[in-house]
C-alpha cells in the first residue's frame, strides 16, 4: 500500500508559478499528475518513468516540469506561465508499473486544488 499527499496548491494570478509535491510513504516508480477541473473529466498532466523519462500533455508542453526525488520519495510538479484553464484539482498517481491508462494507477492522492485568476 501506498500513501501520496500532495501540497502546494494555491490561488495565483495568471503568469504566475507553482510547484507542486507529491510525498510517497513508499519507494515511488511509475508516477504522474493529474487533474480535475470543475465539470470535466479528469485528464492527464505529466507522468515520469522509473528511469526519468517524462511525457506532458500538449496544454502544458514548456510550462511544466515533472521531476521526482528517488532518495525522498517525493514527486514534484514545477507549473511555470500559469494560465485561468490550468485551474483544477491537481492529483499524483502511482503504480509500480507502467500505465497505459490513468485508470491502471494503482494509488492516488487526495489532491491539492490550483485556482488561476486572470
Known amino acids: 500500500q501506498v500513501q501520496l499527499v500532495e501540497s502546494g496548491g494555491d490561488s495565483v494570478q495568471a503568469g504566475g508559478s507553482l510547484r507542486l509535491s507529491c510525498v510517497a510513504s513508499t519507494r515511488i516508480y511509475y508516477v504522474g499528475w493529474f487533474r480535475q477541473a470543475p465539470g470535466k473529466e479528469r485528464e492527464g498532466v505529466a507522468r515520469i518513468d522509473g528511469v526519468g523519462t517524462t511525457t506532458y500533455a500538449d496544454s502544458v508542453k514548456g510550462r511544466f516540469t515533472i521531476s521526482k526525488d528517488n532518495a525522498k520519495n517525493i514527486l514534484y510538479l514545477q507549473m511555470n506561465s500559469l494560465k485561468p484553464e490550468d485551474t483544477a484539482m491537481y492529483y499524483c498517481?502511482?503504480?509500480?508499473?507502467?500505465?497505459?491508462?490513468?485508470?491502471?494507477?494503482?494509488?492516488w492522492g487526495q489532491g491539492t486544488q490550483v485556482t488561476v485568476s486572470s
Open positions: 498517481a502511482e503504480d509500480e508499473y507502467y500505465c497505459p491508462s490513468q485508470r491502471d494507477f494503482s494509488y
